[in-house]
Every structure is written in structure tokens, then in C-alpha cells.
């Protein structure tokens, strides 16, 4: 069964660091998505992409954020100067209709 | 503001003792309304998709159900595989193709052998 998967499944950096997140979305879904879930608290829209363009973005997707599609088959997340708040798990999602998860990427700012 | 309301925080149930978790929704324009089921440090599970007042769905022991302010998810004889985080979500209309998902808290389900 096709799944959407992320890399790394865990990033630890220093607060000012810029990192990428990577996700390789389900092949024939044209929507794309990042969410993050803070230890604790709800899941959380970041922004969606489709059509090589962001679609939607939320209060929390700023500007030290950025998406990309690089190839035909990466997806990734940008985050350029880190913060301690930024620490949190964060979800690729891929649709046609319904929205598929992946297994998330635990980024931890110190 | 929209709002997506759960409820019971946290749930213990025995192993085949039956019970629903409660979504509320305050929100203006719904377009679906989902349920997933999360497990500790793993993304959110893909369960069920509703889209208008009356709609059911069933898979294996759960079924969900919707109506034009709430959702519920029924757990019939459960067992403790079923133990996990379940979670709600809207999609609203926004005139976008490819719009987020609103979760809610979630609620915390535990089936005691």
C-alpha cells in the first residue's frame, strides 16, 4: 500500500540553524501538505502546495519558513533560522481527496 | 473562530466494554469532516471521511456518524490494540483546491485487558 514517508525520522540542531525537512508524498496525489503537533498539543496547518505553488498557509508559516518541490517526487520544508519554539513533531501529508500522513519528523532545537 | 471540540479528554474503557467519543464543530462552510487515529510519536491514521448530516461510516469496530453539529465515534467490543489517540478534523470552504485540515485536542482512548 502505497505510503507517504518523511526523512529524518528525528533532527536535532542548534537554535539559528536553518533545516529541511524531506518527505516523498503518495506518486499520484496532487496535494500536498505540513502540519506540525507540538509534545502535547493538537495538530497544526502550516501550509499546501499544489500546482508548484503554495496553496494555503496559516498564521504560524512565516517567513523563516519555505516549501519546495525539487524533483517529481521530493517535498520539502525549510526552516531557516531555528527557534526553540519550533521544536515539535512535523507531518508531511499527501491527497487526492482524503489527506495521508506520514510518520512525522521529530525536530528538536537546542 | 472555528472550533473543533473533544471530548472525553481521556477515555479507559475494559476490553469489550462499548462507548463514543464526541466531536463538536462550530465552524461556518464544512466541507468534510474526518477521523484518524493516532499512536504515540507516529503520524495521524486515516479512518473516515463525512460529509453531510446522516452520513455513517463503519470499519471493523468503529463506526461514525455525523450530524449538522457533532460527530460521534461508536467503539463497539473493543479490545486493547484499539488503545491510541483519535482524533477529529474539518475541512472548510475556502474556495482553495488544496486547504488544511482544523484538528482538534483528541481524545485518549485506553482498553484495559
Known amino acids: 500500500e502505497p505510503e507517504v514517508t518523511q526523512t529524518p525520522s528525528h533532527q536535532v540542531t542548534q537554535m539559528g540553524q536553518e533545516v529541511i525537512l524531506r518527505c516523498v508524498p503518495i506518486?499520484?496525489?496532487?496535494?500536498f501538505y505540513w502540519y506540525r503537533q507540538i509534545l502535547g498539543q493538537k495538530v497544526e496547518f502550516l501550509v499546501s502546495?499544489?500546482?508548484?505553488?503554495?496553496?494555503?498557509k496559516s498564521e504560524i508559516f512565516d517567513d523563516q519558513f519555505s516549501v519546495e518541490r525539487p524533483d517529481g517526487s521530493n517535498f520539502t520544508l525549510k526552516i531557516r533560522s531555528t527557534k526553540l519554539e519550533d521544536s515539535a513533531m512535523y507531518f508531511c501529508?499527501?491527497?487526492?481527496?482524503?489527506?495521508?500522513f506520514g510518520p512525522g519528523t521529530r525536530l528538536t532545537v537546542t | 473562530e472555528d472550533q473543533v471540540t473533544q471530548s472525553p479528554e481521556a477515555l479507559r474503557l475494559q476490553e469489550g466494554e462499548s462507548s463514543s467519543l464526541n466531536c463538536s464543530y462550530t465552524?461556518?462552510?464544512?466541507?468534510?469532516l474526518f477521523w484518524y487515529r493516532q499512536d504515540p510519536g507516529k503520524g495521524p491514521e486515516f479512518l473516515f471521511t463525512l460529509y453531510s448530516a446522516g452520513e455513517e461510516k463503519e470499519k471493523e469496530r468503529l463506526k461514525a456518524t455525523l450530524t449538522k453539529k457533532e460527530s460521534f465515534l461508536h467503539i463497539t467490543a473493543p479490545k486493547p490494540e484499539d488503545s491510541a489517540t483519535y482524533l477529529c478534523?474539518?475541512?472548510?470552504?475556502?474556495?482553495?483546491?488544496?486547504?488544511?485540515?482544523?484538528f482538534g485536542k483528541g481524545t485518549h482512548l485506553i482498553i484495559q485487558p
Open positions: 478534523a474539518v475541512l472548510l470552504y475556502s474556495g482553495g483546491g488544496a486547504d488544511g485540515l482544523t
Open positions: 502546495f499544489y500546482n508548484n505553488e503554495i496553496s494555503e
Open positions: 501529508a499527501s491527497s487526492e481527496v482524503q489527506q495521508y
Open positions: 506518486s499520484n496525489h496532487l496535494y
Open positions: 465552524v461556518s462552510g464544512l466541507r468534510g
